[in-house]
């Protein structure tokens, strides 16, 4: 089945669909993303708003999301750490 599906992969016409299909969706997303009444956005915004709210009363919550941006940070500046300091 690996073999199988490497072959499939592999081949240039499903590259190309791939690569289509890929900017097709990006395209979509983009559009979405742009519209200010869009389901995405609108969506998205909740999710935010929700986020925000419970991370004002949610200690453990709170804790999780400082954990995230120390990562992101350390991430960053041990990757970066050239291009930050020039």
């Known amino acids: 089945m690996e073999r ?3 072959e499939v992969l592999g081949r240039g016409e499903v590259q190309d669909l791939i690569a289509s299909a890929w900017t097709s969706v990006r395209s979509m997303i983009v559009s979405a993303a742009e519209d200010e009444r869009s389901e995405l956005r609108l969506r998205v915004r909740a ?5 925000g ?5 949610e200690p453990k919550l709170q804790a999780k999301v400082d954990g995230w941006v120390e990562g992101a940070a350390v991430y960053v500046v041990t990757t970066y750490r050239k291009e930050i300091t020039s």
């Not at 999710?47 to 986020?51: D, E, T």
């Not at 709210?53 to 009363?57: D, F, I, T």
């Open 53 to 57: 709210a419970r991370m004002a009363v």
């Open 4 to 6: 199988l599906k490497g």
């Open 47 to 51: 999710s935010l708003l929700s986020l």
